[in-house]
């Protein structure tokens, strides 16, 4: 039996059209780091407890649909923040005890949301 390999850390990987549009988007827009960048060919920028590696997409590749969610205190707080930055909401708060979520949209259409618990803390 062998034993279980321990992780030192893990990321999710985008695959995104536009390498400078989406280093701007989730450094500048979302307030996010950048802990590392490639060249034109992969970035690495930190949330809260996520790693996000950004990839840029070839026109063979079709990049599996995923999202990105980043946990929030006050939701609205939130919102009104990065609407300021240029940032558009697809809806409006979803009720959904014990959360409050509402979703966006970054570069190449890759599905981000905010996420504000309130029961589980």
Do not use: C
């Amino acid at each position: 039996m062998t034993a279980h390999p321990t992780f030192s850390e893990s990321q999710i990987t985008l695959m995104v059209p536009d390498m400078a549009e989406a280093i701007r988007f989730y450094t500048e827009s979302l307030g996010l780091h950048l802990k590392a960048q490639y060249g034109n060919e992969f970035a690495v920028v930190e949330a809260p407890g996520l790693t996000i590696g950004l990839h840029p997409q070839t026109a063979e590749s079709k990049a599996p649909s995923m999202s990105i969610g980043l946990g929030v205190e006050s939701i609205e707080s939130v919102m009104q923040s990065l609407a300021a930055r240029g940032i558009r909401f697809d809806g409006a708060i979803v009720e959904d005890p014990p959360i409050r979520v509402v979703h966006f949209k970054g570069p190449g259409a890759a599905p981000l949301y905010l996420v504000e618990q309130s029961q589980w803390r």
